[in-house]
């Protein structure tokens, strides 16, 4: 169920109005759960979702491919481009892989190099949700690279509390009010009780504080 728009779009106006400051500001988007235990199996949320607009700050993907895929992602503007060969290099060089962890934002992997990605980075990318998408040898790796630009990640860390970046202070309002709508409807549909399982949503700037919503 979607956020009542004119709601959403007045609690945009209000953040943006206070704590102004010298740079451009990210809008944080929070979910507080309630009968939601992520410690347990079924409370688990982990969900990457595309937004309809750039949250502001373009992410940076890296893509773990050979051969025809790894050119045309190299060709598509791939942030980094990581060949088998390398790929090997980085087992057990863990100061590499935790320097390749936290430059890029996320990661596409060609699925049969699945394997190989697991084995040498899964320890250091996985617990940091930034597991690679498989995707076959023949896809269009340049659609999934800018799908990726406009993704954000949203996982529970311990307590039933969901935090994701949907925009900057200079975006549009309307655009912002609908990167949330998305991100709360998929959500909502992950809850067993939907809306029901929402305790309260919250927006901020950066350096704000947060603004509590009507749900």
Same mark, same amino acid.
């Given at each position: 169920?979607?956020?009542?728009? &004119?709601? /959403?779009?007045?609690?945009?106006?209000?953040? #943006?109005?206070?704590?102004?400051?010298?740079?451009?500001?990210?809008?944080?988007?929070?979910?507080? /759960?309630?009968?939601?235990?992520?410690?347990?199996?079924?409370?688990?949320?982990?969900?990457?979702?595309?937004?309809?607009?750039?949250?502001?700050?373009?992410?940076?993907?890296?893509? +773990?491919?050979?051969?025809? *895929?790894?050119?045309?992602?190299? &060709? @598509?503007?791939?942030?980094?481009? +990581?060949?088998?060969?390398?790929?090997? @290099?980085?087992?057990?060089?863990? +100061?590499?892989?935790?320097?390749?962890?936290?430059?890029?934002?996320?990661?596409?992997?060609?699925?049969?190099?699945?394997? *190989?990605?697991?084995?040498?980075?899964?320890?250091?990318?996985?617990?940091?949700?930034?597991?690679?998408?498989?995707?076959?040898?023949?896809?269009?790796? @340049?659609? =999934?690279?800018?799908? =990726?630009?406009? *993704?954000?990640?949203?996982?529970?860390?311990?307590?039933?509390?969901?935090?994701?970046?949907?925009?900057?202070?200079?975006?549009?309002?309307? #655009?912002?009010?609908?990167?949330?709508?998305?991100?709360?409807?998929?959500?909502?549909?992950?809850? #067993? &009780?939907?809306?029901?399982? +929402?305790?309260?949503? =919250?927006?901020?700037?950066?350096?704000?504080?947060?603004?509590? *919503?009507?749900?």
């Amino acid at each position: 169920m979607p956020l009542d728009e &004119k709601n /959403l779009l007045q609690t945009i106006k209000e953040i #943006k109005k206070s704590g102004k400051r010298n740079f451009s500001q990210s809008i944080e988007l929070i979910i507080s /759960l309630r009968d939601v235990d992520p410690k347990k199996p079924e409370g688990k949320i982990q969900e990457l979702i595309e937004l309809p607009n750039s949250p502001g700050k373009e992410n940076r993907v890296c893509v +773990i491919a050979s051969g025809e *895929m790894a050119l045309k992602a190299k &060709k @598509a503007g791939a942030d980094l481009t +990581i060949k088998k060969a390398e790929l090997q @290099a980085l087992a057990g060089d863990k +100061i590499k892989q935790k320097e390749l962890v936290d430059a890029y934002d996320f990661f596409v992997a060609e699925a049969p190099l699945m394997p *190989m990605v697991g084995k040498i980075l899964g320890a250091t990318l996985g617990p940091r949700g930034k597991m690679p998408t498989p995707v076959p040898p023949t896809a269009k790796v @340049a659609e =999934h690279i800018k799908k =990726h630009r406009k *993704m954000v990640f949203v996982r529970a860390r311990g307590q039933p509390v969901l935090q994701c970046r949907i925009g900057t202070e200079n975006m549009v309002d309307d #655009k912002i009010a609908e990167n949330a709508q998305v991100v709360i409807r998929r959500i909502e549909g992950r809850l #067993k &009780k939907g809306m029901r399982n +929402i305790r309260s949503i =919250h927006l901020k700037t950066t350096m704000g504080s947060p603004v509590k *919503m009507k749900v």
